[in-house]
């Protein structure tokens, strides 16, 4: 009996065994066939994880790039190959002492003017494929060789077309123009206040060590800023900018946001430290084109022309005769037969009170005027004149003086 009792627990001990032995592979193959699939989708997360990563990354910097491209850097990369750089060499006329200044002491010391010759430089941009380049007058003054810089860092002669010293303006040619990438011109009489716009020129000569224009930005701070004569220049409707305008940057271009030429920076307000301050000026887009087409034509402005009159001061005498209570004005003393103003219906003894809007205290005041209005034969110009008592206006056609 115990025999058999034995034989069964052995039995059953080798089942079990068997049983766990059994169990025990079942387990390891099941845990071999379980790990492997996980191992290799741990892999292709891992690349998806990656490359999700890398699409993030790629986007956010193409976002910030994105925000980095305004219309301001697009308009200066659209302008910008315009822009030149120039260099000048002029003679100026120096005096070798004060006493040649004094008529009393120029006998006792003779001293002669002596010319030297002085390098400066400015700004400029390209208006056309043939070469031709504006600046400002004052940039080229008395030049005697003229350097303009592209900016892919070529140098090239250029002549002087055409100049006007009133109104600032210069016209150059490049010799041998090649490849020239001109700008684009706005409308300066649609400008608003507070636009932003961007200079770019040649400020202390930047321009020559990297080839490429300077750019300041600012907003149009005011527009029709007249300042009649600056040492017998004429700067009217001049656009005022607080982008940062310094000396080089005169003759550049004043673009607009969308990379279009609205005025050449001309000059700026120092104070008395000398430097910008943020108050600039420039010439506006408009006038610029009216004197370079004959600039273009001509080499020059051609402002002879006459009204057929000519004019005195009212003395206190006079102005009592004709009921006037002060001597403002300017008196008519002598028409020409046939001339405009006689056509006009001026006549001898008129007084000239107004010329387009602007008062007259003297004769000297007419010519100013009409100068500063940068007038040409066959413009008209409206007189305001005093007669018997009575206030017209005449318009008054100007006439081109016969050679």
């Known amino acids: 009996m115990r025999t058999i009792v034995k034989s069964v627990v052995a ?12 169990a025990i592979q079942n387990l390891g193959c099941s845990r071999s066939e379980e790990n492997q699939p996980p191992v290799q989708t ?53 005096r070798r002492s004060i006493f040649d200044i004094d008529p009393f002491f120029r006998g006792f010391f003779p001293f002669e003017p002596y010319r030297r010759a002085v390098k400066s430089l400015g700004s400029g941009f390209i208006i ?38 009133i109104s600032d303006i210069a016209l150059l040619k490049i010799r041998d123009p090649k490849n020239l990438k001109p ?10 206040i507070g636009e932003w716009v961007i200079a770019l020129g040649n400020p202390f000569g930047l321009f020559d060590i990297s080839s490429k224009p ?7 701070s005011a527009v029709d800023q007249d300042f009649g004569r600056m040492q017998h220049r004429v700067y009217k409707d001049m656009i005022q900018t607080d982008a940062a305008i310094n000396q080089g940057n005169s003759g550049g271009p004043l673009v607009n946001a969308l990379g279009e030429v609205i005025g050449m920076n001309t000059f700026i307000y120092s104070g008395d430290g000398g430097g910008s301050i943020g108050v600039g000026f420039a010439i506006p887009a408009n006038r610029i084109l009216r004197i370079v087409q004959e600039l273009k034509e001509y080499g020059k402005v051609d402002r002879s022309f006459t009204t057929g009159i000519e004019v005195d001061d009212l003395s206190p005498l006079v102005a009592r005769y004709l009921g006037l209570r002060s001597t403002r004005g300017a008196i008519i003393t002598n028409i020409t037969r046939g001339s405009t103003a006689e056509r006009a ?29 940068d007038v040409r034969s066959g413009d008209v110009l409206e007189f305001t004149i005093y007669r018997d008592g009575k206030i017209f206006k005449i318009p008054v056609k100007l006439a081109k003086i016969k050679d």
């Open 214 to 220: 300077i750019v300041t930005v600012g907003v149009v």
């Open 42 to 94: 741990a892999g292709l997360a891992l690349v998806e994880s990656t490359a999700a990563r890398a699409s993030s990354l790629a986007q956010a910097q193409n976002a910030i790039t994105a925000s980095r491209e305004t219309a301001i850097t697009r308009a200066v990369r659209r302008v910008s190959d315009s822009v030149v750089g120039i260099n000048v060499l002029s003679i100026r006329e120096y």
């Open 345 to 373: 219906g001026l006549k001898v003894g008129d007084v000239i009170l107004e010329v387009n809007g602007q008062r007259i205290g003297s004769k000297r005041d007419i010519f100013e005027i009409i100068e500063d209005l």
């Open 128 to 165: 056309d494929r043939e070469g031709h380049v504006l600046t400002n007058e004052h940039v080229v003054n008395n030049a005697v060789e003229i350097t303009v810089t592209l900016t892919d860092g070529t140098q090239h002669e250029a002549d002087l077309i055409g100049a006007d010293y």
């Open 11 to 22: 039995g059953m001990r080798f089942g079990t065994l068997f049983v766990l032995m059994i």
């Open 183 to 192: 700008v684009t011109f706005g409308n300066s009489d649609d400008l608003l």
